[in-house]
């Protein structure tokens, strides 16, 4: 089982929907982590949140708007999305205190499929 | 900039036959280097990490990797796979100092294990 949970497993939506992913983590890790996984390719990272602050954006376009409500939480809200967007978004936290040699958590990922 | 190489896009090997997945590194800057491992339709799970100290890491499942600055690499090795290692294996690299764990990964290694 994953300690990182993220909803829905699977969503498919229309080019003019509105949707939302959602992430959360209750390891108290300070950083999580929006990744974009197209097949058979390796995870892109797209946003960083430290201390619930946005921290790297990865110039991803803005009809990808993340959330970070608490320490717990992380959200991806998805408008006016591309066929190309289709992919599998994944989640990751990691703890803020050893930086960058503390491996990533991530979660078994949401199935975008953009129709 | 760092960049990793994973020159093998799929390795088919038989069970209970050892196995070397090979990673290479660039980076004009110390690095950590890690192993990811992604089972279908899963997230991304830790298999092992090279912080310092000793070249030979051992990992989950039975795998292990070996640090050589020289040559720059960080290849991964099992004596005697199972049907069960069959996944996609992906190295990847974070540089040491970073505010948060900013993780530049290999293209993936398909591992696909015969009986």
């Known amino acids: 089982d994953t300690e990182v949970t993220q909803t829905p497993k699977h969503l498919v939506m229309g080019m003019t929907n509105k949707k939302s992913l959602k992430c959360e983590q209750h390891m108290g890790h300070r950083a999580m982590y929006w990744y974009k996984q197209k097949a058979k390719k390796p995870p892109e990272l797209m946003f960083v949140y430290s201390y619930e602050k946005l921290s790297i954006n990865e110039s991803v376009p803005s009809r990808f708007s993340p959330e970070c409500p608490n320490s717990s939480l992380l959200n991806l809200h998805l408008h006016a999305l591309q066929p190309e967007d289709s992919a599998l978004y994944l989640c990751?936290?990691?703890?803020?205190?050893?930086?960058?040699?503390?491996?990533?958590?991530f979660g078994n990922g949401t199935r975008l499929t953009v129709t | 900039a760092q960049s990793v190489t994973q020159l093998d896009s799929q390795v088919p090997v038989f069970e209970e036959a050892p196995v070397e997945l090979r990673c290479n590194y660039s980076?004009?800057?110390?690095?950590?280097l890690f192993w990811y491992v992604q089972y279908p339709n899963q997230g991304l799970q830790l298999l092992l990490k090279?912080?310092?100290?000793?070249?030979l890491v051992k990992g989950i499942n039975g795998f292990e990797a070996e640090f050589n600055k020289s040559q720059t690499s960080f290849h991964l090795r099992k004596p005697s796979v199972h049907i069960s290692d069959t996944a996609e294996y992906f190295c990847a690299v974070s540089r040491t100092g970073g505010a948060t764990n900013k993780l530049i990964f290999g293209t993936g290694t398909l591992l696909a294990v015969q009986p």
């Open positions: 990751a936290s990691s703890p803020l205190d050893r930086t960058a040699s503390s491996p990533l958590h």
């Open positions: 980076s004009s800057v110390s690095v950590y």
């Open positions: 090279y912080l310092s100290g000793s070249t």
